[in-house]
């Protein structure tokens, strides 16, 4: 992302995707970032892998947290850029520090599906820390889980 | 495991683990369970896949919460077969029911080292569920991630 | 409530909140259950006993914590009795089992107002516990706490 | 407590106590914080107002909530003082800022006792903001409430 000037939400929103989806542990998961109706979403195909209970074919928990985690983290980045709130560079400085600070997640329905899409959405931003609200549903629009975290920056 | 009659806890625990390590998003992650010392601890070599932020070279996030849902449910079904409430029989309706209903991880330090290793002990166990409380340390003994986690069953 | 028959779920919910109003340490935090719009929300005035934090004047973090819980808990047996799973009798033993498995509660802005009202609402309904996310506002409407309990019943 | 000198730590401890236990939500509901055994423990007698579930006579949920919490604050509060990282008056802003950003509260056993004690001890201590462990016990040991908080300063 460039650092010294101000670029529209939605050039920043293409450049933190294409940032994050490098990360090695996004792409050893084959999890995709992209930028859409001026927000981010997390995709993920169903595979074989991903499967945590064989005996009922459901999807690994991890792979949900892994998710819900991620997303939270991008999407957080994306708001603190759009809310501008102090200068560019602190903005850029909040961003490159981000960390989880704790995340819950609820398994709400048995991960099955062919495909899974997370979304996520600020709930408090504040001077030094955010907390932020995630859900991941499959490719019929079940919710099979929901997250809350906390971020550190 | 056995289902019709009881083994001693040792032998529990070694087939635990043997099927355990057969579940498909643990052997992808190359998350290795091993029953020593009378529990069951998980042990993950830390490799480039697993890297959340390249710029600080940290463990994933979710690569703590996949660990510590992991170890809390083998434990989890473990300590089911040990305290052995009701009849065998019902003990292992309950152990192939046993679901993560929700998990809670604290990040405490950045995830760095050579190996993380994972355990979780019983601070309640019900009747139709249990809470499980979890650590990930690393090769030094340093405190990466605790966790919390509510089971049904 | 009438445990023989089934009643509309506005004279269910008026029972409901007759008896929970009745809650010891409801009365003495002076919490008031209403039920309106088809939903149960509880509603609190400010006075100085509910200080947290007599520097800033802002409520004290359990306060909020135990109008979540309480909301979520007779939100989450109107729902039982809504969905009436089951025999009316099973729902009903449900409903006197019903207990907090486990709550989180994340602050999102300092607790000031006149009033402060609490809702819930099921976001997974199993055969033995359900999960609940709430919600704490001011009269102001902004939102002060947000909450995600489970119960087992 | 001084800002403008520093104390030995069982000074700052009665003075800690002695500020706290004027908090408005604590005499109402009659907790005492106490100085001992180098560290702080928050007490309180069973009381009829404090009964959430009348049928079984069990504490309401959000006594323990309102009693972890203010635990956590407190130890919060000290070992920041005791750790001294940064100047004295640094530690003193980040003291009188220090507010709850998320609690989480698991129920282990029905809260049934003549007195509550509860205790807390760090586990994380950042730079911005800690997260504390903590756990309420009746007077005969048995644990009723274990919890988990994070701290912004």
Same mark, same amino acid.
């Given at each position: 992302?460039?650092?010294?000037?101000?670029?529209? &939400?939605?050039? *920043?929103?293409?450049?933190?995707? *294409?940032? @994050?989806? =490098?990360?090695?542990?996004?792409? @050893?998961?084959?999890?995709?970032? /992209?930028?859409?109706?001026?927000?981010?979403?997390?995709?993920?195909? *169903?595979?074989?892998?991903?499967?945590?209970?064989?005996? @009922?074919? &459901?999807?690994?928990? !991890?792979? +949900? +947290?892994?998710?819900?985690?991620?997303?939270? !983290?991008?999407?957080?980045?994306?708001?603190?850029?759009?809310?501008?709130?102090?200068?560019?560079?602190?903005?850029?400085? =909040? $961003?490159? /520090?981000?960390?989880?600070?704790?995340?819950?997640?609820?398994?709400? +329905?048995?991960?099955?599906?062919?495909?899974?899409?997370?979304? *996520?959405?600020?709930? /408090?931003?504040?001077?030094?820390?955010?907390?932020?609200? $995630?859900?991941?549903?499959?490719?019929?629009?079940?919710?099979?889980?929901? !997250? &809350?975290?906390?971020?550190?920056?």
């Amino acid at each position: 992302m460039d650092k010294t000037k101000r670029v529209p &939400i939605e050039v *920043a929103g293409a450049q933190l995707v *294409a940032a @994050f989806n =490098k990360t090695p542990y996004l792409t @050893f998961n084959q999890m995709e970032m /992209r930028f859409e109706d001026d927000t981010i979403r997390c995709y993920l195909d *169903a595979r074989r892998e991903l499967v945590g209970n064989t005996h @009922f074919n &459901i999807l690994h928990g !991890g792979v +949900a +947290a892994t998710m819900l985690d991620s997303i939270a !983290g991008i999407v957080a980045m994306l708001e603190l850029y759009r809310r501008n709130q102090g200068t560019l560079s602190e903005q850029h400085k =909040k $961003m490159a /520090r981000l960390a989880t600070v704790d995340l819950r997640v609820d398994y709400l +329905a048995p991960g099955r599906g062919k495909q899974y899409i997370a979304n *996520a959405e600020v709930i /408090r931003m504040g001077r030094k820390g955010c907390t932020m609200r $995630m859900e991941m549903v499959n490719d019929e629009g079940k919710s099979i889980a929901m !997250g &809350i975290a906390t971020f550190a920056y």
